[in-house]
């Protein structure tokens, strides 16, 4: 393992030398109160300025990234983010905007804005966008929010939020953290919602259905009309979990689903980078009924200048300090201005393209626990190679020896063993042909030799842990 950089300190090692400044010096007492003043040295590593290049660009290099290689991490639509959108981001008028800044010296960066609401109205079918929540889970709890203000307004008390069993574990978080109880809904044989228990649980403290289509599954939700009918006759609303759009857009939308209430990612369908901590946007969209308890800001057009509306009847209010992460919109709108409408309905094309041919090239070595045609990721279980031995753990991490990153594992939970496969839509044939062959490889040698399957990883900066003395003896302290 690395070293931390105090580690490679030495004493009296300087990055910088100031010349003398000619002022006098001073003690810091006499201009800072006694108990502003540190008691001990700092403790701050000596290196020279080579020392800390050489530091960080070695740390980086032991980074996965899209960038590196290929990224098949199912639901989290890891795909390629063109330098372009960078190259945007970065022009002088986008990148020192001030937030401060008035209105009127600010024109073009709300056009942007502006335009880029109705770009993601468009796609989803929803009736206006706000693009400030700055995740998807923080655009699921901004439309929780909007779900709990749109009952009390009217007059109504529901309490409970359906989720199915298959969805993405901040749903039920996000319905929770707004107050609201959930119930989960089963999946059927067929890996979809099943209808019939959700007949059972519809009455009139049902606030809305959550629903993820394609769900966690990768597969269409074959009744979404019923289920949207079935909610709209209870009076309950319908909230879509737009993570993953990149099956969809241009082909269908949430608004033709009869969708309320639509988050989406920018930093997975559309091509901004994935945070690692960093900026990203979960913005949401509305449907008729719910504009005016849009999270504020929205950007309007007057006729004549854009400006920021604060003033939303009914708003749940600002989710967000100014409006969001605007560099990340900026990269958003490139790469939807890239790629034009043609282009984004080809991107669902090849998404589910590239998908169904990993799926059906790979299950005859692989359980594949649903047959049916998948949309931009599907879902393999390990048991076949659990029972010879290596579970799906052993399957990721033997991955990583040939520089591909494992997909999603042990979700969706519904799935023992599972394996979340998504490779995108910006994946050559190439790229699928060579994880084809190792993943293959990697049954064969599971089903030959599985013991030696079990060392690894044996090529990453961190080998196999020792998971029953890291259960036992955890070091929850790491020392400097
Ligand atoms: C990624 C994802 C989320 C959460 O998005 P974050 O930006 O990570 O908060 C929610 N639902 C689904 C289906 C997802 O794939």
């Not at 335009?115 to 993601?120: P, T």
């Not at 706000?130 to 889970?137: E, I, Q, R, T």
């Not at 009918?229 to 033709?256: Q, R, V, W």
């Amino acid at each position: 393992m690395e070293k931390t950089i105090f580690k490679n300190s030495v004493k009296g090692k300087r990055g910088i030398k100031f010349s003398k400044s000619g002022v006098q010096d001073k003690d810091l007492s006499a201009l800072l109160p006694e108990n502003c003043l540190r008691k001990d040295d700092l403790n701050l590593p000596e290196l020279t300025e080579l020392d800390v290049i050489r530091y960080f660009i070695n740390l980086s290099r032991k980074n996965f990234s899209v960038d590196n290689n290929f990224y098949p991490l199912g639901s989290c639509t890891m795909k390629y983010n063109p330098k372009i959108n960078e190259q945007t981001a970065n022009l002088t008028g986008f990148a020192e905007v001030h937030p401060e800044q008035p209105e009127e010296y600010s024109q073009g960066s709300l056009e942007l804005m502006h335009e880029l609401q109705k770009a993601l109205g468009e796609i989803t079918g929803m009736k206006k966008v706000a693009l400030s929540p700055a995740a998807g889970a923080h655009g699921e709890f901004a439309g929780m929010l909007i779900v709990k203000k749109y009952f009390e307004i009217n007059g109504e008390k529901r309490t409970k939020i359906i989720v199915p069993d298959s969805a993405h574990g901040t749903n039920p978080a996000s319905a929770k953290m707004c107050g609201f109880d959930t119930i989960q809904v089963k999946s059927n044989s067929r890996g979809q919602v099943d209808i019939d228990e959700l007949k059972k649980l519809m009455n009139k403290d049902i606030a809305a259905i959550m629903m993820t289509n394609p769900n966690t599954l990768g597969l269409f939700e074959e009744n979404i009309l019923e289920i949207s009918e079935m909610a709209k006759e209870n009076g309950a609303l319908l909230y879509y979990d737009g993570a993953n759009l990149n099956a969809i857009m241009g082909i269908t939308s949430p608004g033709l689903m009869g969708f309320d209430i639509v988050h989406v990612n920018l930093h997975k369908t559309f091509s901004t980078p994935h945070g690692g901590g960093g900026p990203g946007a979960g913005p949401i969209g509305v449907s008729e009924r719910l504009i005016d308890y849009l999270p504020a800001p929205v950007v309007e057009f007057d006729g004549e200048k854009y400006y920021f509306n604060d003033n939303i009847k009914n708003s749940i209010g600002k989710v967000k300090p100014f409006y969001g992460n605007f560099g990340i919109f900026v990269r958003a709108y490139t790469y939807i201005l890239m790629m034009g409408s043609d282009g984004l309905i080809k991107v669902s094309e090849d998404a589910v393209l590239n998908a169904n041919y990993l799926k059906e090239k790979l299950k005859n070595h692989y359980k594949l626990p649903f047959e049916q045609t998948c949309m931009h990721e599907f879902v393999f279980s390990g048991d076949i190679q659990k029972k010879q031995g290596v579970n799906t753990s052993g399957i990721a991490k033997r991955l990583m020896d040939f520089d591909i990153h494992p997909p999603t594992v042990y979700f969706p939970l519904i799935v023992s063993e599972s394996m979340m496969i998504e490779p995108t839509e910006t994946e050559s044939k190439q790229t699928l042909d060579n994880f084809i062959g190792i993943m293959k490889q990697i049954a064969k040698e599971i089903e030959e030799n599985p013991e030696q399957v079990l060392k690894s990883p044996l090529s990453a900066s961190v080998s196999r842990v020792d998971e029953v003395t890291a259960a036992r003896n955890p070091v929850l302290k790491y020392s400097l």
